[in-house]
């Protein structure tokens, strides 16, 4: 009797632990079958450029790669109005203009510095020189900064839906 009892006692915390195990492996199972946050994160990715400062850089991660996000300054707009590739490049949203570009040097892909002193970016790899519209100023880069698809709505710029503005950029031969 005694030992009846035993084994139902450990019948039952045996088939606990195995209710435990497999609850637990469900969940490893569901997890890889969710999509990772990467992938996530690889649709759309939404920036309310608002409360943006002007000649200061920021940099968001779009599809795993770094966008660069950069308000002008009237004065760099000025020197810019003379040249025509570099007011194409630029997007304007609720009256600003602003450079978003790809943070990845045209040349063999390092992430180039902004000076914003200088109002240039360097990439520091062999000395690749883009000026604050992202348009290449000095070799080896082959081309300007890319620009990445988006839309505008507002005040927000939607990274990876692609708006009538970059249709014109890409008709232009402004993007790839
Ligand atoms: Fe930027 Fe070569 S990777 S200049």
């Excluded at 079958?33 to 920036?47: H, I, R």
């Excluded at 892909?109 to 790899?125: H, S, T, V």
Aim: aromatic fraction near 8%.
């Amino acid at each position: 009797m005694e030992n009846n009892s035993r084994r139902g006692f450990m019948g039952m915390a045996f088939g606990a632990v195995a209710g435990v195990g497999a609850v637990a492996s469900l969940y490893a199972m569901k997890k890889s079958w969710d999509p990772l946050p990467s992938v996530k994160a690889a649709g759309f990715t939404t920036l309310d450029m608002s409360a943006y400062e002007e000649n200061v850089l920021i940099t968001e991660k779009w599809r795993g790669k770094p966008i660069f996000v950069l308000k002008l300054t009237a004065e760099m707009l000025k020197a810019m109005e003379s040249k025509k590739n570099d007011m194409e490049r630029l997007i304007k949203v609720d009256g600003s203009h602003y450079m978003v570009t790809i943070g990845l040097c045209t040349h063999l892909g390092c992430i180039p510095g902004y000076n914003a002193d200088e109002q240039n970016f360097l990439c520091a790899c062999h000395g690749g020189m883009y000026d604050a519209s992202g348009d290449v100023t000095k070799a080896p880069p082959p081309r300007g900064l890319d620009i990445p698809p988006f839309k505008i709505d507002g005040s927000k710029l939607i990274l990876g839906e692609v708006g009538e503005e970059y249709k014109a950029m890409k008709e232009n031969g402004i993007t790839l």
